[in-house]
C-alpha cells in the first residue's frame, strides 16, 4: 500500500521560495501520477500540479503556472514542489497525492493522501 510522507514546509515572506518533497514507499511509484494538493483555512482542497508516471505530462492549476514546478525522480520515489516567488495567498497545507487511473488535477482517482505539510507566506 502506498504511503507519502511530505516534508519542506515552513514560513517565509512574500517573494520567498520553499521546495516540498514527497517521499513515497510501498508501492511500485513509477505506476503512478503524483499530485500537490493543498487548502487553506475555511476552503475546499484544490489541485496544485500534477505529473504524469514518467514525467512527461505536467498541470498546473493557473494561480501558480510560471512560478512553481513540479518534478519527480522516480529511481528515488520523490516527489518535488520548487515554489518561487510565494505569495501570501499561497498560504495553506499542502499534501502529496499519489492518483490512478490518469493523472490531471482532479480528485477522483486520488489512491493515497500524505498526512500534509504547512506553508505560510506572511507580506
Known amino acids: 500500500q502506498v504511503q507519502l510522507v511530505e516534508s519542506g514546509g515552513g514560513s517565509v515572506q512574500a517573494g520567498g521560495s520553499l521546495r516540498l518533497s514527497c517521499a513515497a514507499s510501498?508501492?511500485?511509484?513509477?505506476?503512478?501520477?503524483m499530485a500537490w494538493f493543498r487548502q487553506a483555512p475555511g476552503k475546499e482542497r484544490e489541485g496544485v500540479s500534477a505529473?504524469?508516471?514518467?514525467?512527461?505530462?505536467?498541470y498546473y492549476a493557473e494561480s501558480v503556472k510560471g512560478r512553481f514546478t513540479i518534478s519527480r525522480d522516480n529511481a528515488k520515489s520523490m516527489l518535488y514542489l520548487q515554489m518561487n516567488s510565494l505569495k501570501p495567498e499561497d498560504t495553506a497545507t499542502y499534501y502529496c497525492?499519489?492518483?490512478?487511473?490518469?493523472?490531471?488535477?482532479?480528485?477522483?482517482?486520488?489512491?493515497?493522501w500524505g498526512q500534509g505539510t504547512q506553508v505560510t507566506v506572511s507580506s
Open positions: 497525492a499519489a492518483k490512478s487511473p490518469g493523472c490531471g488535477l482532479g480528485t477522483w482517482n486520488i489512491q493515497r
Open positions: 510501498g508501492v511500485i511509484y513509477s505506476t503512478y501520477c
Open positions: 505529473i504524469s508516471e514518467g514525467g512527461a505530462d505536467r
